[in-house]
Nanobody, 119 residues
Framework: QVQLVESGGRLVQAGGSLRLSCAAS????????MGWFRQAPGKEREFVAS????????YYADSVKGRFTISRDNAKKTVYLEMNSLKPEDTAIYYC????????????WGRGTQVTVSS
C-alpha cells in the first residue's frame, strides 16, 4: 500500500513561486496515477493536476493551467507540483493522492500541506 507525505507549503507573496513535494512509500508507486488536489477554507476539495505512471500524460484544472506543472520521479518515489505566478485564490491545503491507473477513484491520500498566498 502506498503512503503519501506532502511538503513544501508555506506563506508566499502573490506572484511568487513554490514547489510542493509528495514523497511516497510502497512498492507500487511507479504504477500509480498521481494527483494534486486542494481545499480552500469553506470550499470543497478540487482537482488541481494529475500525472500518469510514466509522466507523459498530465492534466490540469483550468484555473492553474499555464501556471502549475506536475511532474514525477519514480526512482525517488516523489511527485512535484511547481506553482508559479501564485494568486491569493491559490491559498488552500494541498493534498497529494494516488489511484490505480485503471480506476477513477483516488484511494490513497496524504495529510496535506498549507499554501498561503498573500496579496
Amino acid at each position: 500500500q502506498v503512503q503519501l507525505v506532502e511538503s513544501g507549503g508555506r506563506l508566499v507573496q502573490a506572484g511568487g513561486s513554490l514547489r510542493l513535494s509528495c514523497a511516497a512509500s510502497g512498492r507500487t508507486f511507479g504504477s500509480k496515477t498521481m494527483g494534486w488536489f486542494r481545499q480552500a477554507p469553506g470550499k470543497e476539495r478540487e482537482f488541481v493536476a494529475s500525472i500518469n505512471w510514466s509522466g507523459d500524460n498530465t492534466y490540469y484544472a483550468d484555473s492553474v493551467k499555464g501556471r502549475f506543472t506536475i511532474s514525477r520521479d519514480n526512482a525517488k518515489k516523489t511527485v512535484y507540483l511547481e506553482m508559479n505566478s501564485l494568486k491569493p485564490e491559490d491559498t488552500a491545503i494541498y493534498y497529494c493522492a494516488a489511484r490505480n491507473a485503471l480506476l477513477l477513484k483516488y484511494d490513497v491520500w496524504g495529510r496535506g500541506t498549507q499554501v498561503t498566498v498573500s496579496s
